[in-house]
Nanobody, 123 residues
Framework: QVQLVESGGGLVQAGGSLRLSCAAS????????MAWFRQAPGKGRELVGG???????YYGDSVKGRCTISRDNAKNTVYLQMNSLRPEDTAVYYC?????????????????WGQGTQVTVSS
């Protein structure tokens, strides 16, 4: 079992930055691919990006160039640094873990989910 707890969300003005953290409990954090998804009101869950067990990263087109995902296996934590935030980035952001090594795009491929953290970007 893996439990995930996100933190770092909040209200920020357009153009600002936020860093989200996701702390994982349980063993073998390094053996999980980790991803960030987001869900805006009335929309489906969208993959923001992820990091594989090898440390490779993937970013969705909507955030490419504005976000950086990193993981610290010693701290069992994955981070999402978001810069140049836009109002359309407003959503609940979720951390997810997959027992597969690679980053998977489908939300259904992830075994564990955090409770989500709200990010609101004002114009």
């Amino acid at each position: 079992q893996v439990q995930l707890v996100e933190s770092g969300g909040g209200l920020v003005q357009a153009g600002g930055s936020l860093r989200l953290s996701c702390a994982a409990s349980g063993r073998s954090f390094s053996s999980y691919a980790m991803a960030w998804f987001r869900q805006a009101p009335g929309k489906g869950r969208e993959l923001v990006g992820g990091t594989s067990t090898r440390g490779t990263t993937y970013y969705g087109d909507s955030v490419k160039g504005r976000c950086t995902i990193s993981r610290d296996n010693a701290k069992n934590t994955v981070y999402l640094q978001m810069n140049s935030l836009r109002p359309e980035d407003t959503a609940v952001y979720y951390c997810a873990a997959s027992a597969r090594q690679d980053i998977l795009r489908a939300a259904a491929s992830y075994n564990y989910w955090g409770q989500g953290t709200q990010v609101t970007v004002s114009s």
